[in-house]
């Protein structure tokens, strides 16, 4: 028996073939068969388990703007208090009031990161960033920030996906101004809707999520 032959395809899948000669009592061409197995994703020649596309969300932007200077401050305040390099803001009848003051700070930080946590789960249903695997494509959205719930992943099969239609989506936003995602529907054989991806920042993004699961992109609007 010859060594397997295989080609990877878009959809995350090898078709492999075996063949087998022909028995020695008998004569005739050698048979081929045909079957599929996983591929194996590779990337500049390393394998790797899946690929990450970034939704430019500034969702982490956003985090370290209100809650790292934070953080900082804390721990500056508790390093110069262990120190006793200055004296305390609030708390001057203590020699380490300084370090409780930066321990208050951590402590509130942390419940403020918690308490926005929470909020992101159950407001914001935006993806941050989506993850294609061998067999799926999934949007990853806040929460699993801070939750491994499964509900906080969007997942949806390559398999059978031929192309992709992209959608504009125009919301109001807290200001009163415009906001404007996309919506991508996995088109399948005989144009069957596989699943949607919602909440991609821009047509940029559709583009990669596209060429990563190696299909075509119709934009649905001017």
């Excluded at 262990?82 to 004296?87: A, F, K, R, S, Y």
């Excluded at 949806?156 to 959608?167: K, M, V, Y």
């Excluded at 009163?176 to 596989?194: Q, R």
Aim: glycine fraction near 10%; hydrophobic fraction near 40%.
């Amino acid at each position: 028996m010859s060594s397997p032959k295989s080609f990877t395809s878009n959809l995350g899948f090898c078709n492999s073939w075996i063949t087998i000669p022909p028995s020695p009592r008998r004569s005739g061409p050698q048979t081929r068969i045909n079957y599929k197995q996983p591929a194996i994703v590779e990337h500049q020649g390393k394998t790797m388990a899946s690929k990450e596309i970034s939704n430019n969300s500034g969702y982490f932007g956003l985090i370290a703007l209100f809650f790292v200077p934070g953080f900082l401050i804390g721990i500056i305040a508790i390093i110069l208090g262990l120190t006793q390099t200055i004296d305390p803001f609030v708390l001057t009848s203590y020699r380490y009031g300084l370090v409780i003051e930066g321990a208050v700070i951590l402590a509130l930080e942390i419940i403020s990161v918690l308490t926005w946590g929470v909020y992101l789960s159950n407001n914001i249903h935006v993806p941050i960033k989506f993850v294609i695997t061998e067999g799926h494509i999934q949007a990853i959205l806040p929460g699993s920030m801070f939750s491994k719930s499964p509900r906080f992943i969007e997942s949806h099969p390559l398999e059978g996906i031929t192309g992709i239609e992209l959608e504009e989506v125009v919301s109001r936003n807290d200001e009163g101004g415009d906001s404007v995602t996309y919506s991508a529907k996995l088109i399948g054989f005989y144009g069957t809707n596989i699943g949607t991806l919602r909440g991609i920042s821009s047509t940029g993004v559709a583009d990669e999520v596209a060429n990563a699961i190696g299909v075509g992109i119709v934009r649905k609007f001017e």
